[in-house]
């Protein structure tokens, strides 16, 4: 029963975290302005969530897996974002 409750503090911190970085996908996409993005930043933090996806599945964490999924998503298409919109600023 305490696991259920780890689990619950989890998927609360996951959904909070993961929607975090919606509203700068979408102000991104909207605007398509990538000036105030890191290219570098971008690609260093979809690594580390990226491992934090892997490390979900080996523990066996929905919200470590789903959240990390999600998150994945996001930062996928802000560096999509970064490069395609950034060029055609140049």
């Not at 700068?24 to 990226?50: A, C, E, H, N, R």
Request: charged content about 10%.
């Amino acid at each position: 029963m305490e696991q259920n409750y780890i689990e619950i503090i989890g998927l609360i911190a996951a959904i909070l975290t993961t929607t975090a970085f919606l509203p700068q996908v979408y102000q991104t996409w909207k605007t398509k302005d990538v000036s105030s993005l890191s290219l570098p930043m971008l690609i260093l933090f979809f690594i580390g969530i990226s491992l934090w996806f892997i490390y979900g599945f080996l523990k066996d964490s929905p919200s470590l897996i789903g959240a990390n999924g999600i998150s994945m998503v996001s930062f996928l298409l802000l560096i999509y974002f970064k490069i395609t919109y950034g060029k055609k600023k140049s």
